[in-house]
């Protein structure tokens, strides 16, 4: 099947983010408003794309009390930077329908590389939290985030 640029369906996207508490749990956040774009070519997978802009705010922590802290400015500032982007670099193919694709990451206003961490659905780049400026918390949270986008297109 030859490639083509697909969207995003936002009802078929799930965006997380998962943090180390104490060595005990990890504490998980979901995006809940996402978009953009994947080029999956099954013949090519380097050459395949993926752009995600992910709206900072949308981000639900899973409880609560804690809303406002990862809203905050001392994690993702979401007033001061209201989006979070992706953008694919390295594609590697793994079943005949998807892939792991690490790339670029802008958040906060810094842009940086992820590296594929081995989570799962099309990528599950992790980034160290100082590179980006977040230090709240740490040691008690780790200073690494998973990052996982599970999610599908329509041409």
Known sequence: MPASDD???????????LVDHLG??????LFGDVNGTIVFDAASPAASKL???????????QFGPRDAD?????WFNVVEFP????????????????GEVTGDL??????KPVRQGGCGGLFGPWFDQPDFGMKT????ISDKVDLVIETEATR
């Open 137 to 140: 918390f740490i040691p008690y």
């Open 70 to 74: 990862p809203k905050g400015a001392e």
């Open 24 to 29: 005990f749990s990890r504490m998980i956040g």
């Open 83 to 98: 989006e979070m982007t992706f953008v694919g670099k390295t594609k590697a193919k793994r079943e005949d329908k998807t």
């Open 106 to 111: 802008t958040l906060l206003g810094v842009s």
């Open 7 to 17: 969207k995003i369906v936002p009802s078929h996207t799930h965006v997380l983010f």
């Open 51 to 61: 752009n995600v802009d992910v709206k900072t705010a949308s981000q639900q922590p």
